[in-house]
């Protein structure tokens, strides 16, 4: 059975995400307020515009089903629904006073209603996902993946659910991104997702944390039989849709950022925030489609609807929105042929269905888009799943709210509907008992054209592989294999093999030798299967006998010199984070040395996370795969990380320079660059073996990027001809602006002694100003103070913040600051709440109390903040914010808030992007601007971190290695030598400061609501 390793695994019983078995199902509440209801169910299907020949249907709707999270067919074609009441608004979270309950609908005419109704169990709370499977059902109901056996078939619970994973963490981030989504994949494993703020540590129960496996975001996945969990993809923001196409590539739908990506196992993807799990990642893989469904240069302008909902101009050639639920890639017989194969997407701000065609490209896929498919004119429709059914109809489930993941004036609970679109008149289904099937019907039905009738057949044949007719079953199987031979109905086959677990090693390295790449790309991933992932590049642990391990090896070795496919490639590089360490060399030595993949976005990429772990292990093996590569991604990592240990005096990365001098031009820029990285933040390193005559090689060419990066080396590596060099350019009035400043800032890097003199002459100079009076105060010149107060005002809007950062890291500094606001030198405004709490953070009780004259007191407790989100809400109606002057308000922002969040694409990107968020409600932007610590994901805590010279800095923690550290925050990115830090501490605290709008007059606060709440981009004040 599919849970037969859970059996002995604990019972539930008390726990939190579950209650007692005997408590009665409380009656769920709406706590929205002020809202128009929604459209009757007829309604809303009738305003769903769908192309000719299709139709819509109310499969099920409120009161029968209300608050739909996720839906899911078990294998008699019946359909099964999480409600979740739990979920509620900022400020309460999750209603714990309510619980959450499974459904099982019944559409027993074919006709496309459900008439049947059962509560299969309703004690759960934060319920995100069910899966049923032959014995029962997994649910998912953060922090814990269960299941709830009913091997009977008789839609009751056989007892308690058991407790199958746990670690599923909802406390630490925001509660719409917890984990969601399980579905059957074709390898055979259970998969899951799970957002960017609610990070988890997976394992099974009681495991130690040394067993678990992190995730920051992405996508997860866990073996039944083996009582196995992997993380599959790492990052994006909010994945809330995932599907395989016709050869099992999986795909996962995001919000935010880039909507579409590949999960490709061991990948790490573009995050919207906070830093991966694999620390020395340095670059992270883009999407994988080639747009995005809203205008990335001028906001959400052209595609997203008004505050007035009225549709922008050029929505629908975008999209609608970067909001995005449910996943499916068509696959059934209903649908017209030509929809066969084509990607949709839920798109919740343009209320649409979105229409992706995946195409073939490089080592994976790209993601075009094909005109909308369907719209909706209910503004009540929030479409959160789309399944395609047994007859071929797609089903989709909407959730039914006026707000979106943001509820912060309340939940209607009391409205939900399911929805049935079909093509013409679906003959009714028939569906047999596919779980009593004998072992040739299910055969038979792998190959089905209609892909919920293969997967359903495979679900069942995973409960076989312990029967004894499973041998003369894979005999039949293997034949038809071998007259199918390529395509889809092949790798069925292939994946029925798998389930039953009959295929042989050797068989399966003779796949590897096919003509079809996805077949062969199939077989590299199911013999990977057979190996642990391994991030310490030790010892395999596998499922397979030492002799077969190496004749894997070899053959996957000669797969990476050989095979013409890209794919295939793909998989290899990604077999690569399994492998011992010697293996994982060989085989990326001959992956690295493809020339075609050289400017592949994701295969560089891969095959850096995979020989990562060979920079603490085997050095040399990491060199050699930078030496023999073909991609400038690899050789500037494998520089960068062999430099990062240039204070020990690694002979590895003399031997790179060695192999530099003889190396492309291309080559040394590479590498060098990779250096520059590895060494941003030092002031002083030693001197590498082979950098001098490699450096000289370098004087004497002609590339001046490539002298310039050799320039800044030799200052780290106290060259005192750079130097001079440095402040030659830096004092040259004719030579570029960029270029000036970059050399600056490498002699503040480096500490180079007695710059006072010409900082302050820097002082006036227009190019260099603001760099300048920042550097004045990081070395503490004497004549600091007075300069930088004499100058402030003439720097731009953009320029002071950067000053303003730089005074406040000492107490002194703050004191000169805040006494010149009093005074009435420097404006009070251009402190921000951010710049208050890092001078409350100095521990100065003096300095606080002039802080307090200038800035005035922060609120702190939860009845103050709740009392100043009614008063603003009382005091910024309609009429008051409708008088804003957007252009002020735009200022303010510039001021107060750019420092950290882009608007518009313009602005800081320590926060998030405040373009697409739900900024036209009032509501949601009082509650986050005055209450910011309400929920604090991990990666948005604040740290405090106090430097040797005195200086002390807060922001976000990024980049985090053994050597340096980088804070980021309003004004500054600043990386820094651990040798240079007495103190780091993580504060409980959100990143972004409270009492923002406690220093601004009334007139103030309006106009930068006013312009927040805005559409549009308007211009600043002239």
């Known amino acids: 059975m599919f849970h037969r390793h859970i059996l002995s695994l604990a019972v539930v019983g008390s726990l939190s995400a579950v209650a007692a078995e005997t408590s009665a199902f409380p009656e ?38 209300r608050q739909p999270v996720a839906m899911a067919f078990d294998l008699r074609g019946r359909l099964w629904v999480a409600e979740n009441y739990t979920y509620a608004e900022s400020g309460v979270n999750f209603a714990t006073n309510l619980m959450d309950r499974v459904l099982i609908l019944e559409d027993a005419d074919g006709d496309g209603r459900a008439e049947r109704r059962k509560v299969f169990w309703d004690q759960a709370q934060i319920l995100t996902s069910i899966e049923p499977v032959p014995g029962g059902i997994y649910v998912l109901c953060p922090p814990r993946l269960l299941f709830i056996s009913d091997a009977n078939r008789d839609d009751v619970p056989d007892g308690p659910p058991q407790v199958v994973l746990d670690g599923f963490t909802t406390t630490t981030g925001n509660r719409h991104t917890f984990a969601n989504g399980l579905k059957w994949g074709p390898d055979g494993w259970l998969w899951g997702r799970i957002g960017i703020s609610s990070g988890a540590k997976i394992g099974l129960p009681g495991a130690p944390e040394s067993d678990r496996v992190e995730m920051r975001g992405g996508i997860w996945r866990f ?54 799990v694999l620390p020395r990642a340095y670059a992270l893989i883009p999407q994988i489609a080639d747009h995005f469904h809203f205008d990335t240069g001028a906001g959400w302008t052209k595609s997203r609807p008004s505050a007035e909902g009225v549709a922008a101009s050029g929505s629908d050639g975008l999209g609608g929105g970067h909001a995005h639920a449910a996943l499916m890639i068509y696959q059934g017989t209903n649908w017209p042929a030509s929809y066969r194969g084509g990607l949709f997407t839920w798109n919740l701000h343009g209320r649409r269905a979105n229409r992706e065609r995946l195409e073939r490209l490089g080592s994976g896929y790209v993601g075009r888009h094909e005109p909308d498919l369907f719209h909706t004119g209910d503004p009540w429709f929030r479409g959160i799943e789309m399944l395609q059914g047994p007859e071929g109809a797609v089903y989709l489930a909407d959730w039914s709210d006026t707000g979106e993941c943001h509820e912060h004036d309340g939940v209607h609970r009391s409205s939900g509907r399911i929805h049935r679109i079909h093509f013409g008149t679906p003959p009714p289904v028939m569906i047999p008992d596919i779980e009593g099937a004998s072992m040739e019907q299910l055969e038979q039905w792998i190959l089905d054209p209609n892909e ?16 004894p007719e499973r041998w003369e079953s894979s005999t039949r199987l ?14 069925r086959v292939l994946w029925a093999l798998n389930a039953l677990g009959t295929w042989t090693p050797d068989w399966m390295l003779s796949r590897t030798g096919d003509d079809d790449e996805h077949v062969r790309s199939w077989a590299v991933r199911l013999l990977a299967d057979q190996f642990a992932v391994n991030p310490d590049a030790a010892a395999a642990r596998s499922t397979l006998a030492a002799d077969v391990q190496e004749r894997v090896f070899q053959r996957w070795e000669r797969m990476a010199a050989k095979d013409a496919s890209g794919l295939v490639r793909l998989y290899l590089a990604s077999a690569l984070q399994r492998m011992p360490a010697e293996r994982r060399a060989a085989v990326a030595r001959a992956l690295a040395a493809r020339s075609e993949d050289a400017g592949d976005r994701t295969l560089g990429l891969m095959l850096w996370y995979g020989i990562e772990p060979l920079g603490r292990v085997a050095a040399g093996s990491l060199r050699s795969v930078a030496e023999s590569s073909a991609h400038p991604v690899v050789r500037r990592f494998v520089a960068r990380r062999l430099a990062e240990d240039v204070s020990t005096g690694s002979p590895e990365l003399a031997r790179l320079l060695a192999w530099a001098r003889e190396a492309s031009e291309q080559a040394r820029v590479d590498l060098l660059a990779g250096m520059t990285d590895a060494l941003r933040g030092t002031r002083r390193a030693p001197e590498p073996k082979g950098w001098a005559a490699l450096g000289a090689l370098i004087r004497a060419g002609s590339n001046e990027a490539l002298k310039a990066m050799a320039r800044d080396l030799d200052v780290v590596f106290g060259d005192g001809r750079a130097v001079g060099e440095l402040r030659k350019l830096v004092e040259d009035g004719s030579a570029d602006a960029g270029a000036r400043r970059s050399a600056l800032r490498a002699l503040l890097d480096a500490k180079v002694p007695d710059l006072g003199p010409l900082l302050r002459r820097l002082a006036d100079d ?60 420097i404006q009070r405004t251009d402190l921000t709440a951010f710049h208050a709490g890092q001078i409350a953070r100095l521990g100065d009780a003096s300095l606080t109390g002039l802080l307090e004259k200038v800035w005035g007191t922060v609120r702190t407790t939860p009845s103050e903040k709740r009392q100043r989100i009614e008063a603003l809400r009382r005091d910024l109606g309609p009429a008051v914010v409708a008088k804003a002057q957007l ?9 107060a808030c750019a420092g950290c969040h882009r608007l518009y694409g313009e602005g800081g990107e320590v926060g998030p992007d405040l373009t697409g968020s739900g900024r036209a409600d009032l509501g949601y932007l009082l509650e986050n601007i005055v209450d910011p610590g309400a929920v604090v994901a991990a990666e948005q805590r604040l740290s405090v971190v106090t430097l040797k010279d005195g200086r002390v800095v807060s922001g976000l923690l990024r980049d985090a290695n053994e050597r340096t550290l980088t804070v980021v925050n309003p004004g500054e990115r600043l990386t820094v030598s651990r040798a240079d830090v007495v103190k780091v501490e993580t504060m409980p605290d959100s990143a972004m400061p409270e009492g923002l709008l406690d220093s601004l007059p009334a007139v103030d606060v309006r106009d930068l609501m006013g312009y927040l709440m805005h559409p549009r981009q308007v211009p600043l004040p002239k």
Request: charged content about 25%; glycine content about 8%; hydrophobic content about 40%.
């Open 28 to 65: 769920p509440y709406d706590s929205e307020k002020g809202k128009n209801p929604p459209m009757t169910a007829a309604a809303s299907a009738k305003s769903i515009q769908v192309p000719d020949g299709f139709h819509v249907t109310v499969v099920a709707s409120e009161p029968d089903v």
């Open 887 to 895: 252009g002020r308000g735009r200022q303010l922002f510039v001021q």
């Open 478 to 491: 293997r034949a038809t294999f071998q007259r199918e031979k390529s395509g889809p109905r092949a790798l």
């Open 223 to 276: 073996h039944p039989k083996r009582g196995v969990v992997e993380g599959v993809s790492h990052g994006t923001t909010n994945p809330w849709g995932l599907d395989w196409n016709e050869v099992g590539e999986p795909f996962f739908i995001n919000t935010v950022i880039g909507h579409l990506w590949h999960a490709v196992s061991g990948a790490h993807l573009e995050r919207m925030h906070g830093n991966d």
């Open 766 to 825: 227009g190019s260099l100003r603001a760099a300048a009076l920042v550097g004045l105060v990081e070395v503490s010149d004497p004549e600091a103070l007075e300069k930088v107060l004499s100058r402030y005002q003439w720097l731009g809007i953009e320029e002071r913040p950067s000053v303003i950062v730089a005074m406040i890291a000492r107490a002194e500094t703050s004191r000169a600051l805040l006494e010149a606001m009093l005074a009435g030198r």
């Open 452 to 467: 919920w009738t293969s997967r359903a057949a495979l679900k069942v044949l995973a409960t076989r592989s312990e029967d």
